[in-house]
């Protein structure tokens, strides 16, 4: 999946440098504690500043800031991008404690939903190797869609909608939930996503009928 691909990415990179960042900070503090420790006949600097060094200290901090702020936004301009083709559409709506999804391009608009008690949990069934565009709102409070598997997370918001595609690159079947508190039955709010291939979508397309509870393929 390209987002997962593009999150290990920035993941990984920003670790890099946080461990770097850590190793320098605890080598320092190392220095200090034993090179300058008491009993140890070290003349102390007189000097009070040091302008040239906090100015290279300064700009090391800062291209390292641009840098991380410029490449993760272009990321998730990346993770973002538009798919080239139409994609498959599929409008997600949340609301507590549970699921519905609305495939708007089937010949049925059919709306597959549960009650998110027990197994009764909706399926988000989707093809491999097409873009689809989730377009996620929120009936009542906010919510969270979040697939740990796939590494992805939006927000879902009352009387506004979030769009995002997603293309996923093999078959299996993933359990997602909501990531944001939204009341009694929160722990419960969870999900399938299914990703079939494409012949197989347009089969279950044209055979389910609308309105259906949870989806079998």
């Not at 009936?139 to 009352?158: C, E, G, Q």
Request: hydrophobic letters at 40%; one cysteine or more; glycine letters at 8%.
């Amino acid at each position: 999946m390209r987002q997962r691909h593009i999150f290990g990415e920035v993941f990984t990179l920003e670790s890099i440098i946080a461990g770097v960042v850590f190793v320098v900070v605890v080598a320092v503090f190392v220095y200090a504690l034993i090179g300058r420790r008491a009993g140890r006949q070290v003349t102390a600097s007189q000097r009070a500043e040091r302008p040239r060094l906090e100015a290279y200290y300064v700009g090391v901090l800062a291209a390292f800031s641009v840098f991380l702020v410029a490449w993760t936004a272009w990321q998730n301009h990346r993770e973002h991008q538009t798919a080239a083709g139409p994609p498959v559409r599929v409008d997600v709506s949340s609301f507590q404690w549970c699921w519905s999804f609305n495939y708007p391009q089937a010949p049925d608009r059919r709306t597959v939903s549960g009650s998110c008690r027990g197994d009764d949990l909706p399926t988000l069934v989707v093809p491999t190797g097409r873009p689809v565009q989730l377009r996620l709102t929120s009936r009542d409070v906010i919510h969270s869609l979040w697939v740990p598997h796939l590494r992805y997370k939006m927000d879902a918001f009352p009387h506004h909608v979030n769009t995002f595609t997603l293309t996923l690159d093999k078959e299996g079947r993933w359990r997602g939930k909501c990531a944001e508190f939204c009341g009694e039955r929160h722990r419960t709010m969870h999900f399938w996503i299914k990703a079939v291939s494409p012949d197989e979508y347009d089969r279950w397309l044209q055979d389910q009928p609308g309105g259906g509870q949870g989806a079998a393929v």
